[in-house]
Nanobody, 115 residues
Framework: QVQLVESGGGLVQAGGSLRLSCVASRNMFNINAMGWYRQAPGKQRELVATATSGGSTNYVDSVKGRFTISRDNAKNTAYLQMNSLKPEDTAVYYC?????????WGQGTQVTVSS
């Protein structure tokens, strides 16, 4: 099993920045993919960005050039640096970890971008 704890959400004005953190309960060297997902009110959860253990990253088109995912395996932590935030980025952001064929989720952290 993997427990995930997110932090770093909050209220920010449009154009601002936030950095989300996700701490995993086990060694991340064994976790194939770490991802950030988000769910806005009335919408389905969507993939924002993923980072594999091999170093590959992937982003949804709407955040390319603004968000950066990274993982520090030594600290068992994944990050999502979010710059140039827009009101449409407002959502609950979830960390997800793919481990031994299952996806584990954190509890989520709220990001609110005001105009």
């Amino acid at each position: 099993q993997v427990q995930l704890v997110e932090s770093g959400g909050g209220l920010v004005q449009a154009g601002g920045s936030l950095r989300l953190s996700c701490v995993a309960s086990r060694n991340m060297f064994n976790i194939n993919a770490m991802g950030w997902y988000r769910q806005a009110p009335g919408k389905q959860r969507e993939l924002v960005a993923t980072a594999t253990s091999g170093g590959s990253t992937n982003y949804v088109d709407s955040v390319k050039g603004r968000f950066t995912i990274s993982r520090d395996n030594a600290k068992n932590t994944a990050y999502l640096q979010m710059n140039s935030l827009k009101p449409e980025d407002t959502a609950v952001y979830y960390c997800g970890a793919d481990f031994l064929g299952r996806r584990y989720w954190g509890q989520g952290t709220q990001v609110t971008v005001s105009s």
